[in-house]
């Protein structure tokens, strides 16, 4: 990602830890040099007031003293020289202690350039001096004690140099660890803080082609997990909200092609039903007749006649239960409920469900292993709408006896389709499919109790829906086929 907020983090994180490290850099070559020789100053001021203090208390020349005054020299990098008005060394630190009584004098009897002093009073004063032979820098402090004795305090300046550049290059050492480290640990603490913020916005992508199924996991308690938790209730919230929609567009679609539609159906529906019921009411009134007037006395007639009249009764109440459901998806009495389901397991629960009818018919069925696809629709009138053509299929699969289910993708489409080996639907038939009581085999149709009325069903289901339907013929069989959004 070009703008990833993980990288605005990362080089943002790392240019402030370089900058700042930079910035001690500059103060530091500036700066410390200054802080360095100021605190020689004091050390200086401070090495004065020990030793005038021991010249006035008399012990300066004691071993104690001497103790004491190592410890300063050493401590500020100090050489002392205190002598007296005769010249002579009363205290020295020094190498050449003669040398610096002689640069002592010079200093106060010639004098020296009051321009370049650093500090002066009347006890003491204060100079940077350079020494001719070697080249040496010193910061140097001279004056009179209280008691009389002379004085001359010097400390080099090259150490003070030298300890600036090696902090320099200590500092530059730590800032670039410091940079690597921190650039690591940057890298690692952004994944950390944009790893869920990218979870949240692969389920927003997903949310936006209406897939709900993704949720937040995470379990951290921060915003960005409360943020989470309100992404998941919004998404069951949006899936509630598109289940009703749906419902509710289904129902309106409904209700605007019913008014038309209801007188004609009604005319209809009652001209088939005295069409489709003749039949097997005059059977049953035949044979009700027959065995009323006795003519078959044995046990075995009887027999047939009831039988006659209780498969032609169950037949009956089979299509009158089946004209109810039409009646229903028809006039628009029944609700469609559209909900989110899974196809696959729909269509796997009910053929199993039929497996010792197949095994019975002795008819193979061929169905790969689908992964989960959900769909939109109302669940039981799709299963309705399965049952119908697998139903066909098992009472028309001849020859090899295959019913082969595929469930496609078509873009945002899922296509069901049952195909069975066979023969093919007669092309002047094909048209005529979806009307109520239309039978393309009579007589086949009559031997396993079809009413004709299972692929009207099949219409009026599809058609409350808004959805796709149809058949194809092929030479070896026939497949009948719908369509569903997918969730």
Same mark, same amino acid.
């Given at each position: 990602?070009?703008?990833?907020?993980?990288?605005?983090?990362?080089?943002?994180?790392?240019?402030?830890?370089?900058?700042?490290?930079?910035?001690?850099?500059?103060?530091?070559?500036?700066?410390?040099?200054?802080?360095?020789?100021? #605190?020689?100053?004091?050390?200086?001021?401070?090495? /004065?007031?020990?030793?005038?203090? =021991?010249?006035?208390? @008399?012990?300066?020349?004691?071993?104690?003293?001497?103790?004491? &005054?190592?410890?300063?020299?050493?401590?500020?990098?100090?050489?002392?020289?205190?002598?007296?008005?005769?010249?002579?060394?009363?205290?020295?630190?020094?190498?050449?202690?003669?040398?610096?009584?002689?640069?002592?004098?010079?200093?106060?009897?010639? *004098?020296?350039?009051?321009?370049?002093?650093?500090? $002066?009073?009347?006890?003491?004063?204060?100079?940077? !001096?350079?020494?001719?032979? +070697?080249?040496? @820098?010193? &910061?140097?402090?001279?004056?009179?004690?209280?008691?009389?004795?002379?004085?001359?305090?010097?400390?080099?300046?090259?150490?003070?140099?030298?300890?600036?550049?090696?902090?320099?290059?200590?500092?530059?050492?730590?800032?670039?660890? =410091?940079?690597?480290? %921190?650039?690591?640990?940057?890298?690692?603490?952004?994944?950390?803080?944009?790893?869920?913020?990218?979870?949240?916005?692969?389920?927003?992508?997903?949310?936006?082609?209406?897939?709900?199924?993704?949720? /937040?996991? *995470?379990?951290?308690?921060?915003?960005?997990?409360?943020?989470?938790?309100?992404?998941?209730? &919004?998404?069951? +919230?949006?899936?509630?909200?598109?289940?009703?929609?749906?419902?509710?567009?289904?129902?309106?679609?409904?209700?605007?092609?019913?008014?038309?539609?209801?007188?004609?159906?009604?005319?209809?529906?009652?001209?088939?039903?005295?069409?489709?019921?003749?039949?097997?009411? =005059?059977?049953?009134?035949? /044979?009700?007749?027959?065995?009323?007037?006795?003519?078959?006395?044995?046990?075995?007639?009887?027999?047939?006649?009831?039988?006659?009249?209780?498969?032609?009764?169950?037949?009956?109440?089979?299509?009158?239960?089946?004209?109810?459901?039409? #009646?229903?998806?028809?006039? *628009?009495?029944?609700?469609?409920?559209?909900?989110?389901?899974?196809?696959?397991?729909?269509?796997?629960?009910?053929?199993?469900?039929?497996?010792? &009818?197949?095994?019975?018919?002795?008819?193979?069925?061929?169905?790969?292993?689908?992964?989960?696809?959900?769909?939109?629709?109302?669940?039981?009138?799709?299963?309705?709408?399965?049952?119908? /053509?697998? $139903?066909?299929?098992?009472?028309?699969?001849?020859?090899?006896?295959?019913?082969?289910?595929?469930?496609?993708?078509?873009?945002?489409?899922?296509?069901? %389709?049952?195909?069975?080996?066979?023969?093919?639907?007669?092309?002047?038939?094909?048209?005529?499919?979806?009307?109520?009581?239309?039978? !393309?085999?009579?007589?086949?149709?009559?031997?396993?109790?079809?009413? @004709?009325?299972?692929?009207?069903?099949?219409?009026?289901?599809?058609?409350?829906?808004?959805?796709?339907? *149809? !058949?194809? #013929?092929?030479?070896?069989?026939?497949?009948?086929?719908?369509?569903?959004?997918?969730?």
């Amino acid at each position: 990602m070009k703008y990833s907020m993980r990288r605005q983090f990362a080089i943002m994180f790392i240019m402030l830890i370089t900058g700042t490290i930079l910035l001690c850099f500059t103060l530091n070559s500036t700066l410390l040099g200054k802080y360095y020789i100021n #605190n020689k100053k004091n050390a200086l001021v401070k090495a /004065y007031y020990s030793i005038n203090r =021991a010249s006035m208390e @008399g012990d300066i020349t004691s071993e104690e003293y001497d103790i004491e &005054l190592q410890k300063i020299c050493e401590k500020y990098n100090i050489h002392v020289l205190v002598a007296d008005g005769e010249s002579e060394t009363v205290k020295a630190s020094m190498n050449d202690p003669q040398s610096a009584i002689n640069h002592l004098f010079d200093n106060i009897f010639r *004098g020296v350039d009051e321009s370049k002093l650093l500090l $002066s009073t009347d006890n003491y004063k204060m100079q940077f !001096v350079t020494d001719y032979r +070697t080249q040496t @820098g010193y &910061l140097e402090m001279w004056g009179v004690l209280d008691n009389g004795y002379f004085f001359l305090l010097r400390s080099a300046l090259e150490s003070i140099q030298e300890s600036v550049k090696i902090s320099n290059r200590f500092l530059a050492y730590v800032g670039l660890g =410091a940079v690597v480290v %921190s650039a690591l640990l940057v890298i690692w603490l952004s994944n950390r803080i944009t790893k869920p913020i990218l979870e949240l916005a692969d389920i927003s992508e997903r949310m936006k082609h209406l897939d709900f199924e993704a949720k /937040y996991t *995470g379990k951290e308690k921060t915003e960005i997990s409360v943020l989470g938790n309100n992404i998941n209730e &919004l998404s069951e +919230t949006l899936e509630t909200t598109i289940s009703e929609l749906k419902t509710a567009n289904n129902e309106l679609l409904k209700d605007l092609e019913k008014k038309d539609k209801i007188d004609e159906m009604r005319k209809e529906f009652l001209s088939n039903v005295s069409h489709e019921l003749k039949t097997p009411i =005059a059977l049953i009134q035949g /044979y009700a007749e027959g065995l009323k007037e006795g003519i078959d006395s044995d046990e075995e007639s009887r027999e047939f006649y009831c039988d006659v009249i209780m498969d032609e009764a169950n037949k009956m109440n089979i299509m009158v239960k089946k004209l109810l459901t039409l #009646n229903q998806l028809e006039f *628009g009495n029944d609700i469609v409920n559209m909900e989110r389901f899974d196809i696959v397991a729909l269509i796997k629960n009910y053929i199993a469900s039929s497996d010792i &009818l197949l095994k019975q018919k002795e008819i193979s069925v061929r169905m790969e292993d689908y992964p989960s696809i959900y769909v939109w629709g109302d669940e039981f009138k799709v299963e309705e709408v399965f049952m119908n /053509y697998f $139903s066909n299929a098992i009472n028309y699969a001849v020859g090899e006896k295959i019913i082969d289910v595929k469930i496609q993708r078509v873009e945002q489409k899922v296509r069901i %389709s049952v195909f069975n080996t066979g023969n093919p639907i007669p092309q002047e038939s094909i048209e005529h499919l979806w009307e109520k009581f239309y039978k !393309v085999d009579k007589a086949r149709t009559r031997e396993y109790g079809g009413s @004709g009325i299972g692929l009207s069903i099949v219409k009026a289901v599809m058609e409350s829906m808004n959805q796709e339907y *149809g !058949v194809i #013929n092929y030479e070896n069989g026939v497949e009948f086929w719908f369509m569903l959004d997918v969730a």
